[in-house]
């Protein structure tokens, strides 16, 4: 079975300022797939950032970027100038090949503080 | 243009009431979920269709009745609600692959008094 775990309950860092929040999961598979996914106080889930495992190379959006390291089977979050409009639930999920089934980890709360 | 969307938004009721909570997709997926989020904000898979058909049903008690007519539809029914029901109610659809990632409707708070 897998597990996602976020080992940080809440975070905060200064507007502008990097932020790095951390995720470790544990899974047989070979083939799977990594996520964050940020919900902000409107409730919305909104994907920020996904990994394919086969790729070495770690993901980026704009702001956000991973870094993903497969032995360690740990999949952290870097943002970068961190905005007011950054603050959220932060959430890790991965699935594995062939399966329709999200994992999610227990969310990590970031503030931004101006 | 919502993309995928839910109703109501808000829904409070008494225990021991049936309820029911829509979703549609526009996105033209082919697989739809429901996903409940506790007061701890803890996300968990509850059901899954693919094409109509149930592929994932974890261990929800069966009050709980999803039911899809078509592949853009996926309600949630829910008999003899019980205090602990409260929380918020996710749909979901995607593609059936799996780095297709999740899109979410905006989520119903059940709140049952």
């Known amino acids: 079975a897998q597990t996602v775990t976020q080992s940080q309950p809440e975070m905060s860092v200064q507007e502008a300022e990097t932020v790095t929040l951390s995720c470790t999961y544990d899974?047989?598979?070979?083939?799977?797939?990594l996520f964050w996914y940020k919900q902000p106080p409107s409730r919305q889930m909104i994907l920020v950032i996904r990994?394919?495992?086969?790729?070495?190379q770690n993901a980026t959006e704009n702001r956000f970027s991973v870094n993903f390291q497969k032995a360690a089977k740990s999949f952290s979050l870097k943002i970068s100038d961190s905005q007011l409009g950054d603050a959220a639930m932060y959430f890790c999920a991965s699935n594995r090949q062939g399966a329709q089934k999200l994992v999610f980890g227990q969310g990590t709360r970031l503030t931004i503080n101006p | 243009d919502t993309a995928v969307s839910q109703t109501p938004k808000y829904l409070v009721t008494q225990m021991g009431n049936d309820k029911s909570i829509k979703c549609e997709q526009n996105?033209?997926?082919?697989?739809m979920y429901w996903y409940k989020q506790d007061s701890k904000k803890f996300l968990k898979i509850m059901f899954s269709?693919?094409?109509?058909?149930?592929?994932i049903n974890e261990t929800v008690p069966n009050r709980f009745s999803p039911k899809s007519p078509d592949k853009a539809h996926l309600n949630l029914h829910i008999n003899s609600l019980e205090l602990g029901d409260s929380a918020v109610y996710f749909c979901?659809?995607?593609?059936?692959?799996?780095?297709?990632?999740?899109?979410f409707g905006n989520g119903t708070r059940l709140t049952v008094t």
């Open positions: 269709y693919n094409n109509k058909e149930l592929i």
């Open positions: 990994q394919e495992a086969y790729k070495q």
């Open positions: 979901a659809s995607s593609q059936f692959l799996t780095n297709s990632p999740l899109h």
């Open positions: 899974t047989s598979e070979s083939d799977y797939y």
């Open positions: 996105l033209g997926h082919d697989t």
